[in-house]
């Protein structure tokens, strides 16, 4: 144990007379970060005094004009969508594609003529999205907002069934005043949602309003895209950090200062832990810097104290198991320098580091939830949400599992290939 | 020194290969207290497996090392508590100051508190670093990050040294500085085996020396002993154009000598005596159509290396 404790306390030493690559490692994920949000453009709050969502600016050209397309497109504008998003109508498809390209949308929605009529009458019709290529994620939340309203449309559509193109015809002949036609219409359709409100009543999901004095943390009522993205940052400078230390089991074995300890009273087992050891230790002193910094320089609430303890330890494990993993499979450091940086860049874009996971498909999600990342994001992410344990036991076991699985195959693989004279 | 200790170093017919390549064949030798003894050979040699076989860190496929009587791989690390091992290579931490290494490496060996200190500063003594032992190895010369790890070998006390050749890459006053330091090492009671490949260093400090090549030992003993090996008279070497059907008949028809080696237009004979001597250099002439160079040698292992292997330590 007293091996242990020297070989780890000699690598932390090696690390603050060094410490230029440690900072390197902490700065890429910062300089990612703020890229980002300069990206966006306003960092302001989404409290009284937190950082804000920006708002998704989006065009719309109504070709048809029907009460439905009026309903599709008035949708977009009532008060609880409209703290999300600006909505502009634009009378022609030339003036909308204009403004797109003069970045003053994210995306251009373009209804066809006929529009509404084709959805009363069942038959299939199309809504054209032209998302703006300058910009990464708001148009793709204009794309994920335009198919839950199709979705939505096409459901009510089938529910109306035949009923549909009388109120097409209706609707067009400007029958609304016609009080007998109302009438059995409103009798065909009650006829038709009897059985549809078993299905529908009583809702399973209940919306119960709350009072608060002051903001919840990370609940400001808006979208907080640094207490969002920051939990992404530090979960890559985290793995960056790993993969950079873990990098001195080769640079050992190149100097021949492991040989020359395995030469003495050193066993491989106590030099591998020892290594893993200062490394979860290098990570956990990264994993707190870069949450002071969140939270001094940008007002990140970490949450409730013994959560985020359990929560970083786990994910320090993780990380350290990774790395471990990561480095029982490399032969040089070039190798492990390439192949590093590869795969925290690769798992840091599947885990959901600058996008959320929730707009993946269904396969991607399944790949994301194999990483670190993954876990580490929501673990963190659940924290600035204002979460305590409920919130992450989840999460947190899953990583502390991948953590002990990781660690304990690094460390085997990593001394059979001691024993194989290659390490 | 306990009088009934087992030898230091005991290497009895150790083999290893790596892959279908034969490092090592059936070395064996032994080192005793007070002794320096050298392994002698050429790069790829199989000096430092030999080395890494004897410091635990690659099993023998056949044979046995023993250390003061116990395995050299025993998983207690009793046996390595024993051994200071210098690696061929700079092997030390150069972010870190020369006291910082050296207690580093004291500490792995058990090494604390006072004794630890005392350790510390003895080596730094020991290798003339004590007026530079804050300052970090990355600002040291090629020749100060020898000495320092020589003296992370020394920091222990060890009872059996191993140095695979401390001397590579520095200039002649530091070489002088660390072979007497090896010395003291033999004087002070402890067993040094000492690879290398320059030959004057060998002949210089070593008491016996092993020859060995291609895994092999070729030849053993005392300086005095290899010797006699080539010969008691001179070693003439010659460079030019002559045939070896040529050479071999100089050395028949001249009395006194023997061919000791011949390739690639370079040969050398051992003479019995000067007489011989100059009888051979007449024939060489005559029977040369053209001469580079002809040297006339004391007998030197250089001169049993290129008789035992057909060519130069150095090739």
């Known amino acids: 144990m007293s091996q242990v404790l020297t070989l780890t306390l000699k690598d932390l030493r090696r690390r603050l007379a060094d410490p230029a690559a440690l900072l390197v490692n902490l700065a890429i994920p910062l300089a990612i970060a703020g890229a980002m949000i300069l990206a966006f453009g306003d960092i302001g709050g989404g409290g009284d005094s937190g950082p804000a969502a920006p708002k998704l600016r989006l065009g719309v050209v109504n070709l048809d004009e029907g009460f439905v397309s009026e309903l599709l497109a008035g949708a977009t504008q009532n008060s609880e969508a409209a703290r999300h998003m600006e909505v502009r109508q634009e009378p022609d498809r030339e003036s909308g594609l204009k403004l797109l390209r003069d970045q003053e949308f994210s995306a251009l929605l373009v209804i066809p003529k006929g529009f509404g009529s084709s959805v009363l009458n069942g038959r299939k019709t199309s809504l054209e999205l032209i998302k703006n290529p300058a910009q990464s994620i708001m148009p793709v939340v204009a794309q994920q907002i335009t198919e839950v309203g199709a979705l939505y449309a096409s459901g009510a559509a089938k529910l109306l069934g035949d009923a549909g193109p009388r109120v097409s015809a209706i609707a067009e002949s400007g029958g609304w005043q016609n009080a007998q036609d109302i009438g059995a219409l409103a009798a065909s359709l009650a006829i038709r949602f009897r059985g549809v409100d078993e299905l529908m009543l009583p809702p399973l999901i209940e919306i119960d309003e709350t009072k608060q004095d002051e903001p919840a943390a990370g609940a400001s009522g808006g979208f907080d895209l640094i207490s969002w993205m920051f939990p992404g940052m530090i979960v890559m400078g985290m793995i960056f950090v790993g993969m950079s230390q873990m990098k001195d089991l080769l640079r050992e074995r190149d100097a021949g200062t492991m040989r020359r300890q395995l030469a003495g009273p050193v066993g491989p087992g106590t030099l591998l832990i020892s290594k893993v050891l200062s490394v979860g230790v290098v990570v956990t002193a990264a994993c707190g810097i870069l949450m002071a910094i969140g939270a001094g320089a940008m007002g990140i609430r970490w949450g409730p104290l013994l959560p985020l303890a359990a929560s970083t330890s786990a994910l320090v494990l993780a990380v350290t198991g990774f790395s471990a993993l990561m480095f029982s499979m490399v032969r040089t450091e070039r190798q492990g320098d390439a192949l590093g940086g590869i795969v925290t860049m690769v798992m840091s874009l599947l885990g959901g580091a600058f996008v959320p996971v929730q707009i993946m498909p269904a396969w991607m999600l399944n790949i994301a939830r194999l990483t670190v990342n993954y876990w580490g994001n929501e673990t963190l992410r659940a924290l600035t949400g204002g979460g305590g344990w409920a919130e992450v036991a989840p999460y947190l076991g899953v990583l502390a599992v991948l953590g002990l699985v990781m660690t304990s195959l690094g460390v085997l693989l990593l001394r059979r290939r001691h024993l194989r004279g290659a390490l | ?315």
């Not at chain 2, 087992?6 to 034969?22: I, M, N, W």
């Not at chain 2, 076989?53 to 046995?64: A, F």
């Not at chain 2, 040698?297 to 060519?311: D, H, M, S, V």
Request: charged share 25%; hydrophobic share 40%.
């Open chain 2, 1 to 315: 020194m306990a009088g009934d200790e087992p030898e230091a170093l005991q290497v009895s017919d150790v083999r290893y290969s790596y892959g279908k390549a034969r490092a090592v064949d059936g070395v064996s030798f032994s080192v005793r207290r007070g002794e320096i003894f050298g392994l002698l050979g050429p790069n790829g040699a199989g000096k430092t497996t030999t080395i890494s076989m004897i410091s635990g860190l690659l099993p023998p496929e056949s044979g046995q090392v023993l250390i003061f009587g116990a395995e050299a791989t025993d998983p207690s690390g009793r046996a390595r508590l024993r051994m200071g091992v210098v690696p061929q290579e700079i092997a030390l931490y150069e972010e870190l100051s020369a006291r910082e290494n050296l207690r580093f490496w004291g500490e792995i060996y058990g090494l604390k508190g006072a004794s630890l200190d005392k350790a510390v500063n003895q080596a730094l003594e020991q290798v003339g670093l004590a007026d530079r032992a804050i300052e970090r190895a990355s600002k040291y010369s090629g020749g100060l990050k020898r000495r320092l790890n020589l003296a992370i070998g020394l920091v222990h006390s060890p009872d059996l040294l191993l140095l695979d050749e401390p001397t590579v890459g520095i200039d002649p006053q530091a070489r002088l500085r660390i072979l007497g330091l090896v010395k003291a090492q033999a004087a002070a009671g402890r067993a040094v085996l000492y690879t290398s490949h320059y030959l004057e260093e060998a002949e210089q400090i070593c008491d016996r020396i092993a020859v060995v090549d291609h895994g092999r030992v070729l030849a053993m003993g005392t300086v005095a002993e290899l010797r006699r090996l080539v010969g008691e008279g001179p070693v003439v070497t010659l460079k030019g154009d002559v045939s070896p059907e040529q050479l071999q008949m100089v050395a028949d028809r001249t009395p006194g000598v023997s061919l000791i080696s011949a390739s690639g237009g370079a040969a050398s004979f051992s003479a019995s005596d000067a007489a011989a001597c100059s009888g051979l250099v007449r024939e060489l002439f005559a029977a040369a159509t053209k001469v580079d160079d002809l040297r006339v040698q004391e007998p030197t292992l250089e001169a049993l290396f290129l008789k035992l292997t057909g060519r130069e330590l150095r090739d």
